[in-house]
């Protein structure tokens, strides 16, 4: 399973990004996708990620912010009212149940 990311970039607090993770190769076996993060400093954590059948899972610093979707093989993170503290490096995952494919990363530079 090949993933690429896109959508990173350098905003202002309070605006928005979207990045796009298209996925590619043996994709029949992927029931879960998601998107992490790596903060300066931090360890990567889960920013939100999303079953087969769509149900949603968000880590509690982005809730209400950002929203997953994906559609057929291509995975999307809207985040809106970004803060300084969202800059990282993004990751898509994906897997059978659990993050085993990780894509490059998109830097998202969130400035005060």
């Known amino acids: 399973v090949q993933l690429q990311a896109s959508g990173g970039g350098a905003v202002q607090a309070g605006g928005s990004l979207r990045l796009s993770c298209a996925a590619s190769g043996s994709i029949f076996s992927i029931n879960y996708m998601g998107w992490h993060r790596q903060r300066p400093g931090k360890q990567r954590e889960l920013v939100a990620r999303i079953s087969y059948r769509g149900s949603t899972d968000y880590a509690d610093s982005v809730k209400g912010r950002f929203t997953i979707s994906r559609d057929k093989n291509s995975l999307y993170l809207q985040m809106n009212s970004l803060k300084p503290e969202d800059t990282a490096v993004y990751y898509c995952?994906?897997?059978?149940?659990?993050?085993?494919?990780w894509g490059q990363g998109t830097q998202v530079t969130v400035s005060s």
């Open positions: 995952v994906a897997g059978p149940v659990d993050p085993r494919y």
